[in-house]
């Protein structure tokens, strides 16, 4: 499977912003290819960090393969849009419709 030009870049982006969140005022638990899954990614969160961010390793493969990683967070609308900004800051663009429903997609710009 070849690798997608902007893997790299959208992964350090990514590794860029998670360190961000995690020394901002109102910390966020933030980490990178967290666990295998969603479902074990959830449970990994510590039940005390309400804040949270990741994304898996499925969703590694993702990105390897389409330049685009899908965010899992928590826990309410505003949190993902501080997540939301803190990836822009970082140069990358965002999809995501707002909902806690929805994972948040990060890409180049570029892509
Ligand atoms: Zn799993």
Known sequence: MPRHKNA?????????????LRTADEPFFAESDFWCCQS????GVPSDR??????HEQDKEN??????????????????????QAMRDNGLSVEWDGTESKRITVFLPED
Do not use: S
């Open 8 to 20: 790299t870049k959208v992964a350090r982006a990514i590794d860029k912003t998670f360190r961000a």
């Open 40 to 43: 074990c990614g959830c449970a």
């Open 50 to 55: 309400p804040r949270y961010a990741f994304y």
């Open 63 to 84: 990105l390897n393969r389409t330049g685009r990683c899908n965010i899992a967070w928590g826990d309410t609308p505003e949190h993902g849009e501080r997540i939301a």
